[in-house]
């Protein structure tokens, strides 16, 4: 998934070892299905044969509709079809390869709009068929929804406790080694390793989307992934960063990068909408919260709003 995940278990016995390597084998197993880098992945043949119908695993054709449901529920801020202007505007080999080259040439490229609509989904034989031109990027759920499914998975093996962090969407529940709640570390967006703020959580999930974490040279100047449906250009909303506290990482994962594209006002009103909290940080690093944010704050930040 093109980032960096830590998982930890809390288990009375000597477990462990046969239930982490278990995540270990289910988190390829997901990166095999998912990935738009591999040729052969679910989510490649999905796209390879936009307009005829495909037929793909349970979980593949779960997080395809629940990016359907999203991109409903934040009135198309969040849009799982944006492949072709990523691609256009230089996102398109993995983040490691497009870091190291030389400034990329972007090309105007649109994708579908308002093709999710027309996405025939049949749950009975796990067959997805998508209109002709439309094209699947999970980025914005997919690091959230394995979390989610991890956490299921090592809740079924008999664990006490969990906490799984899939590139910064992190998944918790259940008591701690030490007791108590998980502390989960929110990163300043303008100074790398350092805190912006700490939240405990006893079950839930914590997600940030930021514009400063994902960039890259241009001939016409950086660029970062997280574009706006409206114009498929990286979002110019006035926010560099949204934290949200949800139930399950794949949902807020898919608010906060849609708090981020919509800005501070219409972020807001999806947020509260979906009856989340969150913390937003604009580009002058001033930092607002929202719903009931402040009520999970450890170590709490200078909060203007």
């Known amino acids: 998934m093109g980032s960096d995940c830590f998982v930890r278990v809390v288990v009375d016995d000597d477990r462990a070892g ?42 593949t054709f779960a997080i395809i509709s629940l990016a359907i449901d999203a991109w409903r529920a934040t009135d198309g801020h969040f849009d799982p079809t944006l492949l072709d202007a990523l691609r256009g505007s230089g996102y398109d080999k993995t983040f490691d390869d497009i870091a190291a080259r030389a400034p990329f040439e972007a090309v105007e490229a649109t994708s579908l709009q308002g093709g999710l609509n027309d996405v025939d989904l049949d749950a009975r034989s796990f067959v997805i068929q998508t209109p002709p031109g439309l094209h699947f990027d999970l980025g914005g759920i997919g690091k959230g929804y394995a979390a989610d499914c991890l956490f299921t998975q090592v809740t079924e093996d008999g664990v006490s406790g969990a906490c799984l962090d899939f590139g910064g969407d992190v998944r918790v529940g259940g008591a701690t080694a030490e007791g108590g709640g998980w502390p989960i570390v929110i990163d300043d967006p303008f100074h790398p390793g350092e805190d912006l703020a700490v939240l405990g959580l006893g079950d839930g999930s914590v997600t940030t989307s930021s514009r400063l974490r994902r960039t890259w040279s241009t001939t016409s100047g950086k660029a970062h992934h997280l574009l706006d449906p409206a114009t498929s250009q990286p979002s110019q909303s006035g926010l560099a960063s949204v934290t949200v506290i ?60």
């Open 18 to 59: 046969p239930i982490l390597e278990r995540v270990v084998e289910k988190m390829a197993e997901l990166e095999q299905r998912w990935s738009r880098f591999i040729p052969d992945s679910e989510l490649s043949q999905l796209n390879d044969h936009a307009g005829a119908p495909v037929f793909v695993s349970p979980e």
């Open 246 to 305: 949800a139930a399950h990482a794949a949902w807020g994962e898919v608010h906060a990068k849609a708090a981020l594209i919509a800005g501070a006002q219409e972020g807001a009103a999806l947020i509260e909408r979906a009856g989340l909290s969150a913390m937003f940080v604009a580009d002058g690093g001033e930092t607002i919260p929202v719903g009931h944010f402040e009520a999970f704050l450890i170590e709490r930040p200078t909060l203007e709003g």
